[in-house]
C-alpha cells in the first residue's frame, strides 16, 4: 500500500509570493491533517479535512487555507508569504471515522519550504 | 485541555544499553497516546499506540510504552539500543472531547553512541 505522498519535497519562494502544497493520503484514508515543523515551534497543528470539509482548526492566520478533493487529496495554500513562514510542513493521514482520536496519523515526508 | 511533556530534550545513550524516554500527559478524559519517530528529513513514523486496552505496548523496532494512569506517564523503553535507533522522538496525545486533534510534545533526540 503507498504511503501517504507529499509534493513538492522542496520550494524556495520570496516573501510576499504565496505557495500551494500537495498530499495524496493512503488509498481509504478520509481525514488529512496538515502541520507545521520548525526548530523553535517545533509541530503545529494547522488544520484537518474530512470529507471535503475542515474540520478541525488550528491557531494560524488566515493566510494558510486549505482544501480537499473528492478524492481525499488534500492542499494546504500560503498566501503573502513571510520570513517566518520557512518551514517543513507535514502531511498526514488516517481513517477518520469512527473512534478518530483512537487512530494513528500516518505521516508524509513532508515539504521544506524555504523563504527569501 | 489536551498536554504532552516530554522530560527529557536529549538523551544520550551507548549503543547496547537500555533506552527510556519520558513522557507526561495532561488530558481531561480517556486519552489515546502515541509514539512517533523522526529521521533527519523524514516524516514521522507510528511506533506504538495505546488505545485503553493493554498498558504494555509493544511497537515496532524492540520498543514497547507502559501506560500508568496514575503517574500520568506513557514512557517509551527499548531494552539494547541500536545505532540506527539515533533520531528525534515524539510523544502524542489525542482525545475524542477535544476534536481529535493530536497534540505532540517537543520531542526528544536521542544519540547513540557506539
Known amino acids: 500500500k503507498a504511503g501517504v505522498t507529499q509534493t513538492p519535497r522542496y520550494l524556495i519562494k520570496t516573501r510576499g509570493q504565496q505557495v500551494t502544497l500537495s498530499c495524496s493520503p493512503i488509498?481509504?484514508?478520509?481525514?488529512v491533517s496538515w502541520y507545521q515543523q520548525t526548530p523553535g515551534q517545533g509541530l503545529q497543528f494547522l488544520f484537518e479535512?474530512?470529507?471535503?470539509?475542515?474540520?478541525n482548526k488550528g491557531n494560524f492566520p488566515g493566510r494558510f487555507s486549505g482544501r480537499q478533493f473528492s478524492n481525499s487529496r488534500s492542499e494546504m495554500n500560503v498566501s503573502t508569504l513571510e520570513l517566518g513562514d520557512s518551514a517543513l510542513y507535514l502531511c498526514?493521514?488516517?481513517?477518520?471515522?469512527?473512534?478518530?482520536?483512537?487512530?494513528?496519523?500516518?505521516f508524509g515526508d513532508g515539504t521544506r519550504l524555504s523563504i527569501l | 485541555a489536551q498536554s504532552v511533556t516530554q522530560l527529557d530534550s536529549h538523551v544520550s545513550v551507548s549503543e547496547g544499553t537500555p533506552v527510556l524516554l519520558r513522557c507526561n500527559y495532561s488530558?481531561?478524559?480517556?486519552?489515546?497516546l502515541f509514539w512517533y519517530v523522526q529521521h533527519p528529513n523524514k516524516g514521522l513514523q507510528l511506533l506504538l499506540k495505546?488505545?485503553?486496552?493493554?498498558?504494555l505496548v509493544k511497537g515496532i523496532n524492540g520498543f514497547e510504552a507502559e501506560f500508568k494512569k496514575s503517574e500520568t506517564s506513557f514512557h517509551l523503553t527499548k531494552p539494547s539500543a541500536h545505532m540506527s535507533d539515533a533520531a528525534e522522538y515524539f510523544c502524542?496525545?489525542?482525545?475524542?472531547?477535544?476534536?481529535?486533534?493530536?497534540?505532540f510534545g517537543t520531542g526528544t533526540s536521542l544519540t547513540v553512541i557506539p
Open positions: 498526514a493521514s488516517s481513517l477518520g471515522t469512527g473512534g478518530f482520536g483512537n487512530q494513528p496519523q500516518h
Open positions: 488509498s481509504g484514508h478520509r481525514s
Open positions: 479535512y474530512f470529507s471535503e470539509t475542515q474540520r
Open positions: 488530558s481531561s478524559y480517556s486519552p489515546s
Open positions: 495505546y488505545t485503553s486496552a493493554a498498558t
Open positions: 502524542v496525545v489525542s482525545a475524542l472531547s477535544t476534536g481529535n486533534q493530536f497534540y
